[in-house]
């Protein structure tokens, strides 16, 4: 599956060996019930429960251990200052499209392990020319990987898994990791309830619990949240996604609301046109505020003002103007002090009507008066 273990000179095969269990508990493969037929009932009990357990992730191809990840260099020749995974994941099918995972058998100190996380950062921040001549992340020329949405493009998750035989507390180099990685894994915190990543994810868990439930069950903990959580949920942003969800439903429901609002406005204009001709209809409710403004804005004339045809004769005389339209208190009040409006303007007497001369409807006693 691999180069043989770096480790296997200090620690001896029981790295490699873990590293394997690892991938087997990680996988779960699924026996063959058809040829344990013959077998004992408690061997065949045993492969009925393993059958009945939940899925692993993905097939046998898509482990690779001792994958060399190099922060210098290329994927053939690469410098120093890299990183060794000892196992990548890759089942974009099951959600995990990259995973990067780490193995201590509890003799590393977390100053190593946070030496290590140094290191992937390193390789996931080196970009390189891609085949188009656009420059990317080193990764993403080997690895298919979704994009991530705005604001919250993570790294390929980084999982720990501690199988305690060596010294160390796992709860205590976890503690300690922790902090000394907080620059690389934390996120920033939205109103809405979520953060939004722009690191690397660290999960770490134990190798009892991921051997007894897979990756299918909450044995998972994420640096940075307080309880713990299946392997998609801790590598993913369930808020984020319960935040989006949220978000879509109320913007389905305004837009049902729209459709509904409008096939009002239908049916209304509808039963209006399929009114008896005789009824007058107005054709926008703009429209009847626009009339009902006009009617009761209206100016209201003071008794005794002169028609228009004398005001533009008036208009033609300074000295015997009438006061302007628009301000008929004032007018009001002028004519009351005077008695009568000024119109001492000498207007001739005509017996008959002559051309280009304005008249109106002729009341008894009235006199023609030439323009």
Same mark, same amino acid.
């Given at each position: 599956?691999?180069?043989?273990?770096?480790?296997?000179?200090?620690?001896?095969?029981?790295?490699?060996?873990?590293?394997?269990?690892?991938?087997?508990?990680?996988?779960?493969?699924?026996?063959?019930?058809?040829?344990?037929?013959?077998?004992?009932?408690?061997?065949?009990?045993?492969?009925?429960?393993?059958?009945?357990?939940?899925?692993?992730?993905?097939?046998?191809?898509?482990?690779?251990?001792?994958?060399?990840?190099?922060?210098?260099?290329?994927?053939?020749?690469?410098?120093?200052?890299?990183?060794?995974?000892?196992?990548?994941?890759?089942?974009?099918?099951?959600?995990?499209?990259?995973?990067?995972?780490?193995?201590?058998?509890?003799?590393?100190?977390?100053?190593?392990?946070?030496?290590?996380?140094?290191?992937?950062?390193?390789f996931c921040q080196q970009k390189v020319k891609d085949v188009d001549g656009?420059?990317?992340?080193?990764?993403?020329?080997?690895?298919?990987?979704?994009?991530?949405?705005?604001?919250?493009?993570p790294h390929p998750p980084l999982l720990l898994v501690f199988n305690r035989?060596?010294?160390?507390?796992?709860?205590?180099?976890?503690?300690?990791?922790?902090?000394?990685?907080e620059r690389h894994w934390k996120g920033t915190w939205y109103e809405g309830?979520?953060?939004?990543?722009?690191?690397?994810?660290?999960?770490?868990?134990?190798?009892?619990?991921?051997?007894?439930?897979?990756?299918?069950?909450?044995?998972?903990?994420?640096?940075?949240?307080?309880?713990?959580?299946?392997?998609?949920?801790?590598?993913?942003?369930?808020?984020?996604?319960?935040?989006?969800?949220?978000?879509?439903?109320?913007?389905?429901?305004?837009?049902?609301?729209?459709?509904?609002?409008? =096939? +009002?406005?239908?049916?209304?204009?509808?039963?209006?046109?399929?009114? @008896?001709?005789? *009824? !007058? /209809? &107005?054709?926008?409710?703009?429209?009847?505020?626009?009339?009902?403004? =006009? +009617?009761?804005?209206?100016?209201?004339?003071?008794?005794?003002?002169? @028609?228009?045809? *004398? !005001? /533009? &004769?008036?208009?033609?005389?300074?000295?015997?103007?009438?006061?302007? =339209?628009?301000?008929?208190?004032?007018?009001?009040?002028?004519?009351?002090?005077?008695?009568?409006?000024?119109?001492?303007?000498?207007?001739?007497?005509?017996?008959?009507?002559?051309?280009?001369?304005?008249?109106?409807?002729?009341?008894?006693?009235?006199?023609?008066?030439?323009?």
């Open positions: 599956m691999g180069d043989p273990a770096r480790g296997a000179g200090r620690t001896g095969t029981s790295h490699p060996m873990t590293v394997k269990e690892a991938v087997l508990a990680l996988l779960r493969p699924k026996p063959e019930l058809s040829q344990l037929v013959r077998e004992s009932a408690d061997v065949f009990a045993a492969a009925q429960a393993a059958f009945d357990a939940p899925a692993g992730l993905g097939a046998i191809a898509s482990y690779a251990t001792e994958v060399a990840l190099p922060a210098t260099g290329t994927w053939a020749n690469p410098g120093k200052g890299g990183a060794q995974a000892d196992i990548v994941i890759t089942t974009p099918e099951d959600g995990v499209p990259l995973l990067f995972a780490e193995i201590d058998n509890c003799f590393k100190s977390a100053q190593v392990h946070a030496a290590k996380i140094y290191k992937y950062v390193r656009k420059e990317r992340p080193m990764w993403r020329t080997r690895w298919w990987v979704p994009d991530g949405r705005h604001g919250d493009q035989i060596g010294p160390r507390n796992p709860n205590t180099v976890i503690a300690q990791l922790a902090e000394l990685t309830g979520f953060h939004m990543y722009d690191g690397k994810p660290i999960v770490v868990t134990s190798m009892k619990h991921l051997k007894e439930h897979g990756p299918a069950r909450a044995v998972f903990r994420r640096l940075g949240r307080p309880h713990n959580q299946t392997l998609l949920e801790a590598i993913g942003n369930p808020r984020r996604e319960a935040h989006d969800t949220r978000q879509q439903a109320e913007y389905a429901a305004r837009q049902q609301e729209h459709v509904e609002q409008q =096939r +009002r406005i239908a049916a209304q204009q509808k039963a209006q046109r399929d009114q @008896p001709s005789g *009824v !007058r /209809r &107005l054709r926008h409710p703009v429209h009847r505020r626009t009339v009902e403004s =006009r +009617r009761t804005n209206r100016v209201a004339r003071p008794t005794g003002y002169p @028609p228009a045809p *004398v !005001r /533009r &004769l008036q208009a033609g005389r300074p000295d015997c103007r009438t006061p302007s =339209r628009a301000s008929p208190a004032r007018a009001s009040r002028r004519a009351s002090a005077k008695g009568a409006w000024n119109l001492d303007v000498p207007i001739p007497q005509m017996s008959d009507w002559a051309p280009n001369a304005w008249h109106s409807t002729k009341a008894p006693g009235a006199k023609w008066c030439h323009a």
